[in-house]
């Protein structure tokens, strides 16, 4: 199995500036590579192969003095940044077909040179290395000065650097796993759980655990909203705005990073604890929509659920996803009677059946492990399906796996 780990990096000035240049030019490849395509399919053309792009866009550019700049970077870099357009191609027509799942994808755009996020990547034959003293020696940048919060379990097959909206550098590492090294580290449990994500607590267990909600995003509400009110006082274009706009960033990325921190912690400590674990497929892009959209988005349950996904597949355990529709809040977890639904506010309700006194939410976690099965078969078997992409959630890293996957 493939995972992405991620480490902060200190670039000097000079290193920086190399940096920014990579960037730039590798958006000018994509853009390029958009614009002869783009140029293509209206004259009626064929698209052109990756192969006469890389041929026109990086090996003659190269040679003109409106593109001699080109010759100053790496060229793996530029390569990949054809690579990206590509795939970006397949996508777009593969989610006009259908073959593609998840939300429908747009015809690829033009990048600016004012996105907020920026990121290169050198595969194996770009000739980076890691230096006996731990720096990042990247060709054409030099030596960076890397955090190391743990050590690669693997040689590395590509690193992948990202300057994110807050000013921050990271260097993403692509490493296969160990499967067996996996199995020692976490072996079999008899153990199941079930479990209810909601707003008043992060996840009520169906053994009675409640877990507490952060509310990261609300804890930080005021210092966020002073700090968006200075921004918005700044001239446009001034370099004090831009100031603002760096404390603006870093005040949502320590957010996030306390969120992602909760979740790998927590997912993680349910999946040692259990081999089998049942949770509910929540319309999370319907809740979005109401008025509870910022607690929603606060508690971040698509990423929890992701995170519980692709450690499943890792450590062998086994996860399911039970349907939306389920009414786990309106049947009694004792007698399986139906009760009827209820409003938010009642938490606790008595059974007119059998006279049982629930918790909403332990009742609901009770019925999420019913419904997934795993209330009379404990599954004590390892589950080691096949290989999947690489996770850019491990150790740090930013974004979600490209499609939800279940053991």
Request: aromatic residues 6%.
């Amino acid at each position: 199995m493939q995972l992405r780990y991620a480490f902060r990096l200190y670039p000097e000035p000079g290193q920086r500036a190399s940096l920014a240049r990579a960037f730039g030019c590798a958006r000018v490849v994509y853009n390029d590579a958009v614009r002869a395509r783009e140029d293509a399919r209206r004259a009626g053309e064929a698209f052109p192969t990756a192969g006469v792009l890389s041929q026109k866009l990086i090996t003659q550019a190269k040679r003109t003095p409106e593109r001699s700049w080109l010759g100053e970077v790496s060229a793996v870099v530029l390569q990949q940044s054809l690579r990206d357009a590509e795939a970006a191609y397949k996508n777009f027509f593969a989610s006009l077909k259908g073959e593609r799942r998840g939300a429908k994808s747009g015809a690829p755009r033009f990048k600016s040179r004012k996105d907020n996020r920026q990121s290169i990547r050198f595969t194996a034959n770009a000739r980076w290395s890691i230096t006996g003293c731990g720096r990042l020696n990247l060709p054409k940048v030099g030596a960076v000065k890397v955090k190391w919060s743990r050590s690669l379990p693997a040689q590395p097959s590509s690193v992948t650097v990202v300057k994110d909206a807050a000013g921050r550098y990271f260097a993403s590492f692509v490493v296969d796993t160990d499967p067996a090294a996996d199995a020692a580290r976490m072996p079999g449990t008899g153990q199941t759980v079930g479990i209810d994500l909601g707003l008043n607590h992060f996840a009520v267990l169906s053994d009675g655990t409640k877990i507490d909600s952060p509310r990261f995003l609300r804890r930080a509400e005021k210092k966020l909203k002073k700090a968006q009110r200075e921004l918005s006082r700044k001239q446009k274009g001034s370099r004090n705005r831009e100031k603002a706009r760096l404390k603006v960033a870093r005040a949502h990325a320590k957010v996030a990073d306390a969120r992602r921190e909760f979740h790998h912690q927590l997912s993680t400590r349910l999946i040692r604890d259990n081999q089998a674990i049942g949770v509910e497929d929540l319309a999370v892009k319907g809740l979005a929509r109401t008025g509870l959209a910022k607690s929603v988005h606060d508690a971040g349950w698509t990423q929890f659920v992701h995170m519980l996904e692709y450690k499943a597949v890792r450590y062998g355990r086994t996860l399911v996803k039970i349907g939306r529709f389920e009414p786990t809040s309106q049947v009694c977890s004792a007698c399986g009677a139906k009760d009827g639904p209820k409003p938010l506010h009642i938490r606790e309700w008595t059974c007119a059946a059998c006279g049982a006194v629930h918790d909403r939410d332990h009742n609901a976690a009770k019925n999420v492990k019913t419904a997934a099965g795993l209330a009379v078969t404990a599954c004590g078997a390892q589950v080691r399906p096949g290989l999947v992409l690489a996770q850019r959630d491990e150790a740090g890293s930013h974004g979600f796996p490209s499609e939800p996957r279940a053991a």
